[in-house]
């Protein structure tokens, strides 16, 4: 059953994490170097693992959502990427 | 190398006229001496205009009319956007009415609403015992507030210096 205020978390998550992916697209226009593009690219997974999160919340009555045979979480294995991009924006030369 | 990066200088004061000095180095992606190297040498050329304003060295293309240029340095500066925001956003307003609505304090609106009398943006009208204020040219500032979404531009400038190492 959908908890409502849980849903308006989610709700949030994926509100915020879409200003700190817009902010972060704007540095990237702005600066045109690698270590913003992986910075845009680990928002860009943010925002989308929040998405899957609330659409597992809102849509599928908290069922999670997994990869096809793989049995990998998906909301999971993009908040992976999103710390292999994190790392990669602070490995990268700016 | 060194003529691209004047180009890409010159395109970007053009965009945004009034930019200083390092909000500029920022943008071009090069040193901070760099940047004023190339800047100090294209004004001599008379290719831009740098003024000095209140600390900042703001940077103009040539001929910029010096109307625009205090214009264009007031709604960079954060207290007079907000001050400014507010005069667009009511009607003839009171000094009483530009605290409330920007929650400034008064003597930071007085200190600052002198300053705009003194520059001829705003004039007094006087309606009987209440003194308000209006914008005298309010249709030219609504177009250079438009140009420059301050809060964007700033949380933009601070993302970029968080991750500037």
């Known amino acids: 059953m959908l908890d409502i205020t849980d849903g308006i978390v989610h709700v949030l998550l994926v509100a915020f994490s879409?200003?700190?992916?817009?902010?972060?697209?704007?540095?990237?226009?702005e600066r045109k170097t690698s270590r913003?593009?992986?910075?845009?690219?680990?928002?860009a997974f943010l925002a989308a693992s929040e998405l899957v999160g609330l659409i597992e919340v809102w849509f599928l009555s908290t069922q999670l959502i997994f990869i096809?045979?793989?049995?990998?979480?998906?909301?999971?294995?993009?908040?992976?990427?999103?710390?292999?991009?994190?790392s990669l924006a602070l490995l990268v030369r700016n | 190398m060194q003529s691209q990066n004047r180009a890409r200088i010159k395109l970007l004061v053009s965009f945004q006229p009034g930019l200083h000095l390092r909000e500029l180095q920022r943008q071009v992606g090069l040193s901070f001496s760099s940047t004023r190297y190339h800047v100090d040498k294209l004004t001599r050329e008379g290719e831009l205009d740098r003024v000095e304003d209140k600390g900042y060295s703001r940077i103009y293309p040539p001929g910029t009319d010096s109307k625009d240029r205090v214009l264009l340095s007031l709604v960079r500066r954060k207290t007079d956007h907000k001050i400014l925001s507010c005069f667009l956003a009511e009607n003839n307003p009171t000094q009483q009415?530009?605290?409330?609505?920007?929650?400034?304090?008064k003597s930071t609106i007085s200190e600052h609403l002198a300053a705009l009398l003194e520059l001829g943006v705003v004039r007094n009208r006087d309606?009987?015992?209440?003194?308000?204020?209006?914008?005298?040219?309010?249709?030219?500032?609504?177009?250079?507030m438009r140009r420059h979404p301050v809060v964007l531009v700033k949380a933009t400038s601070r993302f970029i210096d968080l991750w500037d190492f």
């Open chain 2, 127 to 144: 309606r009987g015992e209440q003194r308000t204020f209006e914008l005298i040219e309010p249709a030219k500032i609504s177009g250079l």
């Open chain 1, 36 to 43: 913003y593009f992986f910075l845009s690219l680990a928002f």
């Open chain 1, 18 to 29: 879409g200003i700190v992916l817009l902010i972060s697209l704007f540095a990237y226009v």
């Open chain 2, 97 to 105: 009415r530009l605290t409330e609505v920007t929650e400034l304090s």
């Open chain 1, 68 to 86: 096809p045979s793989t049995g990998i979480h998906l909301s999971h294995f993009l908040e992976f990427l999103m710390l292999a991009s994190f």
